[in-house]
């Protein structure tokens, strides 16, 4: 009876040792297999990363010809040296990127390593190979570039041609993707062009226009606005009704050097409909509460497709220039209600007769009349009508601009000045917010800042 027992006890104790290698093993495995799904996340994140990376630089002009394909591999090799969790520092193994560059404007980068089997080389496990390959996509996107040609770029000359400069670099950044991407370009002074329709390979036209711009007249920020999200004149279409993940990305890049003089509506002279721009003069047309003192509301209604500033609208039947600055009904004489009175000789003989004035169907929209006048009123004195016009001309360009920003377009804006010049919580209230806005103090920082703008509309394009 003794005897068995001693024989069991030896059974057992050759079970223990058996199941106490098995347990090894498999604790041995456990540390492994956790090693490699480690390796394999952290390769997978890298390879995610580089393509990122590499697709937001796809057509980055200083990277050269397959630029943004090396950069994507140092990234990779950035997030995942060799020896990194314990695999091979060199040689056969150890960790490769490798980017591609696919159709669409896709990049592929694959990354391989062995994962070592420290533990597990018991079982004849030396090494596991590890791969993963991420993709990214750089999106459509459309962009109308705003740009001020006022008549104060031009003094001194730098600040216009610096803005050439800057916005012909800007362009750059998305040469290599213009069959894809659109562009546009609208540039403004009392009046606005849209001188390149929003559209593929734009390139070549709109470095043209940019260098033939010439600064003169007033700033007619609203309509600028208005007609870089007008589709009809070449602007941007409205997506605001498309779903978020199938909507075309859209940018607006306003540029400014001073605050609005100028707006575009609807008025009437001699029974007759204008469109036409008004726009305030005098020798400091900021349309600042300090500078009310020193401008007027030009007397002359301007042709809002000129190319030339003061280019005034007649009145064929009367003759005469269509004056916005004399307030009324807009009737002939023979009906209007804004009369004059006219004496003459001894006794005096006086007549009352009617005169040609201007009726601005603003003060029926939802900006209201000049305070104390009402919508019709006759000759509204200057020291009124000019701070209604200044803050109209404000506000319509922030109406517009919060429609853009109402239907998903991003709104960068750029301010060059001092705060004489522009009013920065004025320009933050029209762009996208506080990151989407620019100051610059003088224009030469102005080529570092349409590429910052650039690189960061590349980010927000990948995926």
Known sequence: ???????????????????????????????????????????????????????????????????????????????????????????AGAVTFNA??????????????????????????????????????????????????????GSPSSKIADLKTAAKSFISYFE????????????FATTVKV??????????????????????????????LAQAGDVSKGGLPDYSGVPGDKRVQQ?????SDGMPTALRDNFKYNNTNYDGVVYGQGSSANCRTTDYAYMSVANGLQKPT???NRDYITDTSSGTTVNPAVTGDGKNKANT???STSCRGW????????????????????????????????????????????????????NNAQTLKDRYVKIYVIGLGSSNDIDEDYLKSLSSGDSFTYIAPTSGELKAIFNSIAKDIKLRLVQ
């Open 347 to 398: 006794p005096r003989v006086c007549t009352t007769s009617g005169y040609l004035n201007t009726k601005w169907y603003l003060f029926e929209s939802g900006l209201g009349t000049v305070p104390g006048y009402g919508t019709e009123s006759c000759s509204i004195p200057m020291n009124r009508l000019l701070p209604y016009f200044c803050n109209a001309a404000r506000q319509l360009a922030l």
């Open 1 to 91: 009876m003794k005897t068995k027992i001693k024989d069991q006890r030896g059974a057992v104790l050759v079970i223990f040792g058996i199941l106490l290698i098995m347990l090894i093993g498999f604790a041995a495995l456990a540390i492994d297999v956790g090693r490699w799904y480690t390796v394999r996340s952290e390769l997978s994140k890298s390879v995610d990363a580089a393509a990122i990376a590499g697709a937001k630089n796809i057509s980055n002009p200083y990277l050269g010809v397959d630029g943004h394909l090396r950069l994507a591999e140092e990234i990779g090799r950035q997030n995942f040296s060799a020896g990194y969790l314990m695999t091979p520092q060199s040689g």
């Open 176 to 187: 290599d993707t213009q069959d894809q991407d659109k562009m546009g370009l609208v540039s």
């Open 306 to 308: 000129s190319n030339t």
């Open 195 to 224: 001188d390149v329709a929003l559209g593929n390979n734009y390139v070549t036209a709109m470095t043209g226009k940019i260098n033939a711009m010439n600064a003169n007249g007033a700033t007619n920020a609203e309509d600028s």
């Open 251 to 255: 940018f607006v890049i306003f540029f």
């Open 100 to 153: 591609e560059g696919l159709e669409d404007h896709k990049i592929r980068v694959a990354g391989t390593v062995n994962s070592p089997g420290n533990l597990a080389a018991v079982f004849g496990i030396d090494q596991v190979p590890t791969a993963s390959a991420g993709v990214a996509r750089k999106n459509e996107v459309e962009i109308m570039l705003v740009l001020d040609r006022s008549g104060s770029m």
């Open 337 to 339: 209600s804004c009369t």
